[in-house]
């Protein structure tokens, strides 16, 4: 009942998935960005988390499972209730791919309508604007932060040049952060010959009826729980500075003390960066008093 994606192992009869979290390229690995991104925490996912495992604990509980078996339901609870949406996810991410690097798809052949319905979208929504895909699916080695990532789709839309993510499901701060990332490695590409100094990060959300653009300043313009809280919207810069951020903790939590040397190299400036970003915060929360 409980199929786990991806490689994992047992304990104490639970299915515990393993997520890689390196690259290897000439026999060297670099961190996956997603694994620094999940560092990040995501208040929202760990309610809807929180909230799957008291209701499976409930129903467990009213099937009259012992202790233990309600203990073991429960913690399963939020991968079943994901399963069927992160396998939708996973297939429809596959189709878009092949659309992004110019594959043609029969699309009336894609048997699960929901999937067909979002393909559809994304296909509509690149015929209706003036496209150029300058990379797509591209997986971008940093050897200047040891660090690799694959983003989805470098390219002009009407005439701007957007690193763009393209999601099926929720739209979290994380994304964008992983995108300010992309953007710093593709200065390592010297034949890439675009002026970067204008790319716009943006964030495309297939629904069940339309595509949304998602940009930082709509985006974060959302602001918190206060409708009267003043909003910020970051920049690049400040953005890649919260990435690097949660590499350091990243690789505080995986290094070994032996190469604690190459840590503090490589983080040389990370004090001062993260101290003038935050000392910059300080004096505008002072200016509003």
């Not at 994606?5 to 960005?33: C, F, H, Q, S, W």
């Not at 957007?162 to 990332?181: M, N, P, R």
């Not at 590499?247 to 004090?271: C, H, I, N, P, Y």
């Amino acid at each position: 009942m409980y199929a786990v994606l991806g490689e994992g192992v047992a304990m104490n009869n639970l299915a515990i998935k393993v997520t890689p979290t390196t690259y290897e390229k000439d026999e060297k690995e670099y961190t996956r960005v997603t694994s620094v991104a999940k560092l990040m925490p995501n208040f929202g996912l760990d309610y809807w988390k929180q909230k799957q495992v008291a209701l499976g604990a409930i129903a467990a509980k009213q099937n009259d499972k012992t202790d233990n078996e309600a203990f073991s339901f429960a913690l399963k609870a939020p991968d079943a209730a994901s399963r069927v949406a992160r396998e939708n996810g996973t297939l429809i991410h596959e189709l878009l791919r092949k659309l992004n690097v110019g594959h043609k798809l029969n699309i009336d052949a894609i048997d699960d309508e929901s999937v067909r319905n979002k393909v559809e979208l994304w296909s509509a929504f690149r015929r209706e604007h003036n496209t150029d895909t300058i990379l797509a699916e591209r997986t971008l080695f940093s050897d200047k932060y040891n660090i690799a990532g694959t983003l989805d789709l470098f390219w002009r839309c009407d005439g701007v040049v957007e690193l763009a993510d393209v999601k099926t499901g929720g739209v979290y701060e994380t994304a964008f952060i992983q995108l300010a990332a992309y953007l710093e490695f593709l200065k390592e590409l010297p034949e890439l010959k675009v002026d970067l100094s204008s790319v716009e990060l943006v964030v495309y959300q297939i629904t069940d009826d339309k595509v949304v653009r998602h940009t930082p300043s709509t985006f974060f313009k959302k602001g918190g729980r206060n409708a009267r809280q003043q909003c910020h919207i970051p920049t690049q810069k400040e953005l890649f500075t919260i990435f690097r951020s949660l590499l350091l903790a990243w690789r505080f939590q995986v290094l070994k003390v032996g190469k604690w040397t190459q840590l503090v190299e490589d983080f040389s400036d990370m004090s001062n960066d993260v101290d003038k970003l935050l000392t910059e915060m300080e004096l505008q929360n002072e200016s509003r008093i």
